[in-house]
């Protein structure tokens, strides 16, 4: 089976998820992706109102960007993985604590992906961090924030509940951050539930 996966990897080499351009086996980026990657700096700051504490990874552009899309457009799920290592890497020791609370997508979302790109994010990050995960939040309507304009964003933030009772610490998980109105919603249910400590990581956040 490995001769096999060496003989194909040589007719048609893996491709970079970014870029395009042939990378090493086993690689989803190429050499120069990753340095670009590697090069951008995370980002901090208040988030959204009702959050103790926000970071991203990275700004929303470049290879990024790239990697959000090939996750939420291109379905390729393993890119999860890539982008649950980076904030393994450099999210701040003290951030990475308390339960991991996925951000929910609407369900006709998730229905016409087969899948939901912030719990495969979350789920990615739980397994190597060892923290506990709570899909305990649920979206309600199914309307849809992108596209939107930032002040139709704010005005009409996603109805989100919680399912019972909350963790006392909860840590919101999703791959973009635009407004934050999505994550005020979260994190305003997740209070109303029992959250005492609220924060949130994403993948990349929109300047």
């Known amino acids: 089976m490995k001769l096999l996966h060496a003989v194909a990897a040589g007719l048609v080499p893996p491709l970079c998820t970014a870029c395009g351009r042939a990378c090493r086996p086993e690689a989803m980026l190429c050499t120069r992706c990753s340095r670009r990657l590697a090069g951008a700096d995370p980002l901090e700051g208040s988030g959204a109102p009702g959050l103790d504490r926000t970071w991203s990874s990275a700004p929303h552009g470049g290879v990024a960007r790239d990697l959000v899309t090939a996750l939420k457009f291109r379905r390729l799920l393993p890119v999860a993985d890539l982008m649950a ?113 609220v924060a949130a990581i994403t993948f990349t956040r929109r300047l």
Do not use: K, M, N, Y
Request: net charge positive; aromatic share 2%.
């Open 85 to 197: 290592d980076r904030i393994q890497w450099l999210a701040p020791g003290v951030l990475l604590s308390g339960t991991i609370v996925p951000v929910p997508t609407a369900r006709l979302r998730s229905f016409a992906r087969g899948f939901d790109p912030a719990a495969e994010l979350a789920q990615a990050l739980a397994a190597r961090t060892d923290l506990p995960i709570s899909p305990c939040l649920i979206r309600r309507g199914g309307g849809r924030q992108v596209g939107r304009r930032r002040a139709e964003r704010i005005g009409h933030p996603p109805l989100i509940q919680a399912r019972g009772r909350a963790p006392r610490s909860a840590l919101l998980i999703d791959d973009v951050l635009t407004t934050g109105a999505t994550l005020a919603s979260c994190a305003s249910a997740l209070r109303q539930a029992g959250s005492v400590r």
